[in-house]
C-alpha cells in the first residue's frame, strides 16, 4: 500500500472514492487544521484540488464525465470547469447520497425523501410521497433502488416499495453505512459496529462480523473488485473476501495508521484505493 497525505490532515470521512469515465479519481477531503474541504482529482500523476463552499457528504462521477455532490445544502454538479448549484428544485437542501441507475437518471438521498433527476427536472416518483430521512442509497443490476432510512432498508421496483428491518434478519435498524450487490447480485448492507448484512433474495439471512474473521465490526463502505471478490472497509483494516475466505489487511501489518478505513474503489490499473480518516 502506498500512502498519500495531502495539506494537513486530510480526512476523507464518509466520501466515496468515485472513478470518471477517463479513469481519474474523484474524492472529497476535509483539511482538518485549515477548516476547509476540497474536491480532489487525480489522473495518475497528480492531484488536483477545487475548494468547496457547501459540506459535501458523497460524491458520484456519473455517465457523461459530471461530478455529482450530495451537500448540506443541496445538489452540486460539476463540469469540469464550472459548479452548478440545485438546492429548491429537491424535496429538501439536506442531501445524504447520490445514485446513478442503468437508465442514467440520478438518485438523491434526503432529508425529505428520495428524488430522482432525469436530466430536466427533479422530481419525487409515486409511492415514494411518504419517505423521508434517506441516507444511503443503491441502484442495483435491475434498476431497483433501495435505500436506508434509521428503520431499516427498503426496495423500490418503480411502483412499490418494500421494507426490510431487524424482524427480516437485518442486523440493525439504523447506521447504515453503505449498500452494495455483488458479482453474484446478492444485496450486502454494511453497518456502523454490527458488521455487513446479506440479502438472499427474500430476507436477510446472514451477518459477517468480527467473529467470522472480518477485520473490524465497524463497516463503512462496501466494493467488489475485477475479480469477484468482496471489499469491506473496517474501522480497523480491509477485508477481502471470496466467498470462502476472508483475507485481512490491517493495521499490523501493511496499513499505516492512518485510521479507520471509510471509502474504497477500483482503478483502471486494478489497484484498490482506500480512503482514510488521514489521507
Not at 7 to 22: A, H, P, W
Not at 74 to 86: I, K, N, P, V
Not at 212 to 218: F, I, V
Amino acid at each position: 500500500f502506498k500512502t498519500y497525505a495531502l495539506g494537513d490532515t486530510l480526512n476523507i470521512g464518509s466520501n466515496k472514492l468515485s472513478v470518471d469515465l477517463s479513469g481519474n479519481i474523484w474524492f472529497v477531503g476535509f483539511e482538518v487544521k485549515k477548516n476547509k474541504q476540497h474536491l480532489f482529482r487525480y489522473d495518475g500523476d497528480t492531484f488536483v484540488s477545487q475548494p468547496l463552499a457547501a459540506g459535501a457528504r458523497r460524491l458520484l462521477a456519473d455517465h457523461t464525465g459530471n461530478i455529482w455532490l450530495a451537500t448540506v445544502s443541496g445538489a452540486l454538479r460539476y463540469d469540469g470547469s464550472e459548479f452548478t448549484f440545485f438546492s429548491d428544485e429537491m424535496s429538501s437542501n439536506q442531501a445524504y447520497d447520490i445514485v446513478e441507475d442503468g437508465l442514467g437518471n440520478l438518485w438523491f438521498a434526503t432529508r425529505g425523501g428520495l428524488v430522482r433527476y432525469n436530466g430536466r427536472e427533479f422530481v419525487v416518483p409515486a409511492g415514494l410521497e411518504d419517505v423521508v430521512d434517506v441516507v444511503r442509497i443503491f441502484a442495483d443490476r435491475d434498476n431497483n433502488i433501495w435505500l436506508a432510512t434509521n428503520e431499516g432498508v427498503a426496495n423500490y421496483n418503480g411502483t412499490e416499495l418494500r421494507r426490510f428491518s431487524t424482524e427480516d434478519g437485518l442486523a440493525n435498524n439504523d447506521d447504515i453505512q453503505a449498500i452494495h450487490q455483488d458479482a453474484h447480485g446478492t444485496i450486502w448492507i454494511a453497518h456502523y459496529g454490527s458488521g455487513a448484512s446479506r440479502f438472499d433474495g427474500s430476507r436477510f439471512t446472514r451477518v459477517i462480523a468480527s467473529p467470522d474473521g472480518l477485520a473490524g465490526q465497524w463497516v463503512w463502505d462496501l466494493h467488489t473488485d475485477r475479480e469477484g471478490s468482496l471489499w469491506f472497509a473496517t474501522n480497523l483494516g480491509v477485508s477481502r473476501y471470496d466467498e470462502t475466505h476472508i483475507a485481512n489487511y490491517n493495521f499490523d501489518d501493511v496499513l499505516p495508521t492512518l485510521g479507520p478505513i471509510s471509502a474504497i474503489a477500483q482503478d483502471r490499473q486494478g489497484r484498490m484505493w482506500l480512503g482514510t480518516l488521514s489521507g
